[in-house]
């Protein structure tokens, strides 16, 4: 609930209402509410159903909350769901975002290191390279492989991580089988380590 709102102890019902009316002042004094579901493919069919109830606030022609689902792609499968087509056929944008290309990871990487206050050159073009065959060009596992990248870089005091330092990481990354790596935990003996 906003902040401000009493809640504790309260029925679904009241709560309901408690919400509208927050809905409708924010609405009176010219502003936008925006939920933000992360992970949403954890919410439950009953969570789900209650977002749409959600959704039918409106003043007017006016919807009174925008809200943002954001999900892996299970949450595709799920808003599919027969039982679901009423809270679908609501979402009036979707998109799903593909994994990065070479050339978008390597920008990727630098972007996040500049913005971070760090030297954006800091891994080596090979290095990024080998992180994104192995992420497949996903940013989450891209973070991770890179993340891990930097610790064992700084206990290397290394002044650039380079795809030697990768390789390792991949390999001690996948050799639990926990990391979802591509490529480079599938053939780690034939991956050149040339920066």
Same mark, same amino acid.
């Given at each position: 609930?906003?902040?401000?709102?009493?809640?504790?102890?309260?029925?679904?019902?009241?709560?309901?209402? @408690?919400?509208? #009316?927050? @809905?409708m002042r924010e609405y009176a004094a010219g502003r936008?509410?925006? @939920? !933000?579901?992360? =992970? $949403?493919?954890?919410?439950?069919?009953a969570m789900l159903e209650q977002l749409r109830v959600?959704?039918?606030?409106?003043?007017?022609?006016?919807?009174?909350?925008?809200?943002?689902?954001?999900?892996?792609?299970?949450?595709?499968?799920?808003?599919?769901?027969?039982?679901?087509?009423?809270?679908?056929?609501?979402?009036?944008?979707?998109?799903?975002?593909?994994?990065?290309?070479? =050339?978008?990871?390597?920008?990727?990487?630098?972007?996040?290191?500049? !913005?971070?206050?760090?030297?954006?050159?800091?891994?080596?073009?090979?290095?990024?390279?080998?992180?994104?065959?192995?992420?497949?060009g996903v940013p989450r596992l891209l973070n991770q492989?890179?993340?891990?990248?930097?610790?064992?870089?700084?206990?290397?005091?290394?002044? =650039?991580?380079? $795809?030697? @330092?990768?390789?390792?990481?991949?390999? =001690?990354?996948?050799? #639990?089988?926990?990391?979802? $790596?591509?490529?480079?935990?599938?053939?780690?003996?034939?991956? $050149?380590?040339?920066?």
């Open positions: 609930m906003p902040s401000g709102l009493e809640h504790d102890s309260r029925d679904d019902a009241t709560l309901y209402q @408690l919400f509208v #009316g927050f @809905l936008r509410v925006v @939920l !933000v579901v992360d =992970e $949403a493919q954890n919410l439950s069919e959600l959704s039918n606030v409106n003043a007017g022609q006016h919807v009174l909350l925008q809200t943002f689902m954001v999900g892996q792609p299970e949450l595709v499968d799920t808003l599919r769901l027969p039982q679901l087509r009423q809270f679908a056929q609501r979402i009036n944008v979707d998109y799903h975002l593909r994994p990065l290309n070479l =050339e978008d990871s390597i920008a990727y990487v630098r972007h996040r290191l500049a !913005v971070a206050g760090g030297n954006a050159e800091l891994f080596s073009v090979g290095a990024i390279a080998l992180v994104h065959e192995a992420s497949a492989l890179c993340d891990t990248a930097l610790v064992y870089g700084f206990a290397d005091q290394q002044p =650039e991580i380079d $795809a030697g @330092l990768v390789h390792q990481v991949i390999a =001690e990354r996948t050799a #639990g089988g926990v990391f979802p $790596a591509r490529g480079p935990g599938v053939s780690l003996p034939a991956i $050149a380590t040339s920066a």
